[in-house]
């Protein structure tokens, strides 16, 4: 089944103890992204990959990293979490920068204490 | 940079009757595509219907469709015979052609009223 993956769905942690958040795709795509949701604001951009070993930066990219070491893996870091990057994180992948249709992950909610 | 702006954070409509819901957005540039996704409660991110700006037709998928003013820089989602399941929230989203950046709405909640 063609689908996006992350890991974990949920996650509490506290200030400053870093965490990685895995996003994987089974569809061979080139372009991954990664955004966040908070009440009343929609999907803001983190950071997007055009393909392996390219990143770039979104709206949003203070306090989080990225890295795009293999085509289907597209892991999220928080080097040192704080609390007002509680929120819900969605993975997107679509299969090139012209096939404009992004496949969403199922999300992950993550609360920093 | 770009913008898109859903001035309507809630609509209802009855089943069976249509509703519209507004978006608009903000760029110079000429070639770029416009979405709906509807995000029902269990927050998954689904996709609803999408349109090409060098294409004058309004798409349309079933019961949904665009109406797609790229001169007035809107792009409607018009629903019809609402169903309950159509209930949640949806979001309009724009990206640029063969670019990485995507801007989302804030999204509309939509309540469908049996």
């Known amino acids: 089944e063609a689908q996006v993956t992350q890991n974990p769905r949920y996650l509490i942690t506290v200030t400053g103890k870093k965490l990685t958040v895995t996003c994987s795709q089974n569809?061979?795509?080139?372009?991954m992204s990664w955004y966040r949701q908070d009440p009343g604001l929609g999907l803001r951009q983190i950071y997007y990959s055009m393909n392996v070993e390219v990143t770039d930066k979104g709206d949003v990219p203070e306090g989080y990293k990225v890295s795009r070491k293999e085509k289907r893996n597209f892991p999220l870091i928080l080097e040192s979490p704080s609390p007002n990057q509680t929120s819900l994180y969605f993975c997107?992948?679509?299969?090139?920068?012209?096939?404009?249709?992004?496949?969403f992950g199922p999300g992950t909610r993550l609360l920093v204490l | 940079a770009q913008t898109v702006t859903q001035s309507q954070p809630e609509m209802s409509v009855q089943e069976a009757e249509t509703v519209t819901l507004s978006c608009t957005y903000d760029t110079s540039e000429s070639d770029y595509y416009l979405f709906w996704y509807k995000q029902p409660p269990s927050r998954q991110m689904i996709l609803v219907i999408r349109?090409?700006?060098?294409?004058?037709q309004n798409a349309t998928e079933n019961r949904f469709s665009v109406n797609f003013q790229k001169a007035a820089k809107s792009f409607s989602l018009k629903i019809s015979d609402s169903q309950l399941g159509d209930a949640a929230m949806y979001f309009c989203?724009?990206?640029?052609?063969?670019?990485?950046?995507?801007?989302f709405g804030d999204g509309t909640t939509l309540t469908v009223k049996p």
């Open positions: 997107a992948s679509s299969l090139a920068r012209n096939q404009e249709t992004q496949y």
């Open positions: 989203a724009y990206r640029r052609f063969n670019a990485g950046k995507s801007t």
């Open positions: 569809m061979n795509h080139e372009y």
């Open positions: 349109q090409e700006a060098y294409k004058q």
